[in-house]
């Protein structure tokens, strides 16, 4: 394994365009970032897995996308006002601001334990509505996505004619004031989830959360992460955020130790009855079967869809030799990586571009793929390689004589030959 993994993933991302430090002609703005051409196809492969193993695959769980800015009452319910926070400490000497909880009463930046005795910093952001700053107008983005499920739930009950057991599945970014944030986008303050809540008949809870917390695991080992890298951990009472009955963490082995990637809850009947309490609606679900009215309870898978694209760039990154020469390559698994096929000119002599170019048009509407006729073939293949792109299909001279191409994949190196007409059948046979 590469000497340190975290550096060389950083660098890497930045150097090809991942993820940049935001703002960076401004000496960059406090743990933000922003996806390069490489990274925004990266986190959409991420997700786009993710929505088709939750939504796509199944007949038990539709789709939702809900507004990030949100009323007061909403996290009044849900909770998050009162208990969203995290125990603040400041040093004296050094003025340095720590997690009180992460930090074993000694500063660790200067060494003092001169530090002020904690108090609770709600982590949501809170802004404005309309262009009056009173409390009347105040609005928070949201610190989840998991709210607007809830609060929409008679909208999609009624609208899908489903009935419990089913989900609602949403992703997308949400916010929180994290006093540490770090680890690169382990934790930002800006960031992606991709959530799922799966509304249960109260007594079947307990086997939906095994259920889930085996589908949740299976999830990042079938998209390539060594189970060994992996772990299911019950959280214990002590642990447990307000809403949860139960809840397990899915973690990685990141280079600095075991961490959470996802988190599978029981939040049992907490939401739909706090937001039944608070608007006044009755947010239940009535079986004309059996005659019975219930609230759900509920089962919440929940990943971070930034903390996962870390977690596939960290178990992707590798290095060895092909002959002879070192090389750094992504074992990205095809779903996830950004190019699924390079094209390439074996030289940049002029009479091969126009049958590259056919080529790449041919290839377009079914994968994306990126064209490269710079610099020598071999170095080519190295930079798609440390991309992570599955395989390279170059046009060489025999190519205007025979119309077939070589396909060279990515892990192996290995080579074969395949006429154009059957191309994309081929590639497709290889990327699904
Ligand atoms: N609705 C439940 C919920 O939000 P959470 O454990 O606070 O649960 C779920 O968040 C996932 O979201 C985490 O496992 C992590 O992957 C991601 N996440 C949470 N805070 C994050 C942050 N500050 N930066 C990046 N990802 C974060």
Request: charged residues 30%; hydrophobic residues 40%.
């Amino acid at each position: 394994m590469p000497g340190d993994l975290m550096e060389q993933v950083v660098n890497l991302a930045k150097r090809r365009g991942f993820v940049f430090p935001s703002a960076e002609i401004y000496g960059g703005f406090r743990s933000t970032y922003d996806y390069g051409p490489l990274g925004v196809l990266l986190l959409r492969n991420v997700k786009e897995a993710w929505w088709r193993s939750m939504v796509q695959l199944r007949d038990d769980v539709v789709g939702l996308d809900a507004a990030i800015l949100s009323a007061p009452k909403v996290w009044e319910a849900s909770g998050h006002l009162v208990n969203f926070t995290d125990p603040l400490v400041d040093c004296r000497s050094c003025k340095e601001r720590w997690r009180a909880d992460q930090i074993e009463g000694v500063c660790p930046n200067c060494g003092s334990k001169d530090l002020t005795d904690a108090r609770a910093f709600n982590l949501m952001f809170k802004t404005f509505v309309g262009p009056v700053e009173e409390e009347a107008n105040v609005a928070y983005l949201r610190p989840e996505t998991a709210q607007g499920m809830f609060y929409n739930f008679l909208n999609v009950l009624q609208t899908s004619r489903k009935k419990p057991p089913f989900g609602i599945a949403q992703m997308g970014k949400s916010f929180r004031n994290e006093i540490t944030p770090g680890n690169f986008v382990f934790r930002t303050r800006e960031f992606e989830q991709m959530e799922m809540e799966f509304f249960v008949p109260p007594d079947e809870g307990a086997a939906w959360f095994e259920y889930w917390c085996r589908e949740r695991l299976r999830w990042y080992v079938d998209l390539g992460i060594p189970d060994d890298q992996l772990r299911l951990r019950m959280h214990e009472a002590d642990e447990l955020s307000h809403y949860s009955a139960g809840t397990a963490d899915v973690e990685f082995l990141y280079p600095w130790g075991w961490g959470e990637l996802e988190g599978i809850a029981n939040r049992t009947d907490y939401d739909l009855t706090q937001h039944s309490k608070h608007s006044g609606v009755k947010l239940e679900y009535f079986d004309q079967g059996t005659g019975t009215r219930y609230v759900p309870h509920v089962i919440e898978p929940a990943a971070g869809a930034t903390r996962a694209m870390m977690a596939f760039l960290l178990a992707a990154y590798d290095e060895d030799e092909v002959g002879g020469e070192a090389r750094t390559v992504l074992r990205l698994h095809p779903r996830l990586a950004p190019y699924k096929v390079a094209v390439l000119p074996l030289s940049k002599k002029d009479t091969l571009v126009p049958t590259t170019r056919e080529v790449l048009e041919l290839l377009q509407p079914h994968f994306m793929c990126e064209y490269d006729d710079t610099q020598s073939i071999g170095r080519r293949y190295r930079r798609q390689d440390e991309i992570g792109t599955p395989y390279a299909v170059t046009v060489d001279f025999d190519t205007l004589e025979d119309r077939a191409v070589t396909i060279r994949e990515r892990d192996s190196t290995d080579q074969i030959r395949v006429p154009i007409e059957k191309l994309v059948d081929e590639l497709k046979e290889r990327l699904t």
